[in-house]
Nanobody
């Protein structure tokens, strides 16, 4: 089983930026999801094995950027212009079948890192 560990979460104010990191293998596509209390797990972004293709959820388009550095085995989520509505636990996930936005495409999940945005 692939083990994933997210880092980089924290407490920030609206309008600030954060960058999350996650261990990643070049053999898998990677995704970020988030879950706020009382809400369903929401797709945030995904990136292909080589980093050439990306996918974003509507709520973060234009603000968040996913990238990966396969030499460092790391995937990143750069979050800009953060809003209070972005407050959630963010999860890194890995899959082997196809780049996409649904949780069923992902086989491995990290433990999550908390992002809190105050307004």
């Amino acid at each position: 089983q692939v083990q994933l560990t997210e880092s980089g979460g924290g407490l920030v104010q609206a309008g600030d930026s954060l960058r999350l990191s996650c261990a990643a293998s070049g053999r898998t596509f990677m995704g970020w999801f988030r879950q706020a209390p009382g809400k369903e797990r929401e797709f945030v972004a995904a990136i292909s094995r080589g980093g050439g293709s990306t996918l974003y959820g509507d709520s973060v388009k234009g603000r968040f950027t996913i990238s990966r550095d396969n030499a460092k085995n790391t995937v990143y989520l750069q979050m800009n212009s953060l809003k209070a509505e972005d407050t959630a636990v963010y999860y890194c996930a890995a899959g082997t079948r196809a780049l996409g936005s649904v949780t069923s495409l992902y086989d491995y999940w990290g433990q999550g890192t908390q992002v809190t945005v105050s307004s």
